[in-house]
């Protein structure tokens, strides 16, 4: 089955830098990449996806990219905000899974002001 | 966000006893997720439903049981707790198919089993 890795674990930059979260996934017929994010207490939430045929999306200062061909996706953060500071999760979804995500372990971000 | 909901919030329980944990939506969203919450594991899921009186396992399904005999219901039940089965417990949906499918979580519950 599908399997997901996430890199960093945690994560800490200064307030106005950027932030870069990696992950990686088995399944080559994965197709549909989301990136949730949840602060302390309270329930994940999606914040930027993207399907297998795009390579990039953007969302003012959030951005994922995607190599199929090496099988990694990556979530970008630019000009970091201590409101950023969460839990981030990547997941991956394969046509062969029906709705169902594998998701990483989680980068915990913490932006220092 | 206010149309997936879970109850209890919170619960206490002690071994061997069997608990269920509720899970509502208001979408008629036709998939439905449990899935637990672990330092250190991120999100495993324990079992799924595609519609009513259709369910499957996920991940990590030993020890739960869960039915779906309404669209907007998907009850998870620990039939004997363990200390083991101690986490943070979301409910989500998904009405979508296809390409996306963004799966909408509710609020979790957390539960410690003493």
């Known amino acids: 089955g599908e399997n997901v890795e996430q890199h960093p674990s945690t994560l800490s930059v200064q307030e106005g830098d950027s932030a870069v979260i990696k992950c990686t996934y088995s399944d080559s017929a994965s197709n549909y990449f989301p990136w949730y994010k949840q602060e302390l207490g309270k329930r994940p939430q999606l914040i930027i996806d993207i399907r297998s045929n795009v390579g990039e999306k953007k969302d003012q200062r959030i951005a994922v990219t995607l190599n199929k061909t090496a099988k990694h996706f990556s979530l970008h953060i630019t000009e970091t905000q201590p409101e950023d500071s969460a839990v981030y999760f990547c997941?991956?979804?394969?046509?062969?899974?029906?709705?169902?995500?594998?998701f990483g372990p989680g980068t915990r971000l913490s932006v220092l002001p | 966000d206010a149309g997936i909901t879970q109850s209890p919030r919170y619960k206490i329980t002690e071994t061997g006893r069997q608990v269920t944990l509720m899970c509502h939506q208001t979408w008629s969203h036709s998939y439905m997720f449990w899935y637990r919450q672990d330092l250190g594991h991120g999100l495993r899921l324990i079992y799924y439903s595609a519609a009513a009186d259709i369910t499957d396992k996920g991940e990590v399904p030993d020890g739960y049981v869960v039915s779906r005999s309404k669209t907007e219901n998907f009850p998870l039940t620990l039939e004997s707790a363990t200390r083991s089965q101690t986490s943070v417990y979301f409910c989500a949906s998904s009405g979508f198919s296809g390409l996306t499918g963004e799966q909408y979580f509710g609020p979790g519950t957390r539960l410690t089993v003493t």
């Open positions: 997941a991956a979804r394969g046509p062969n899974y029906g709705q169902n995500f594998v």
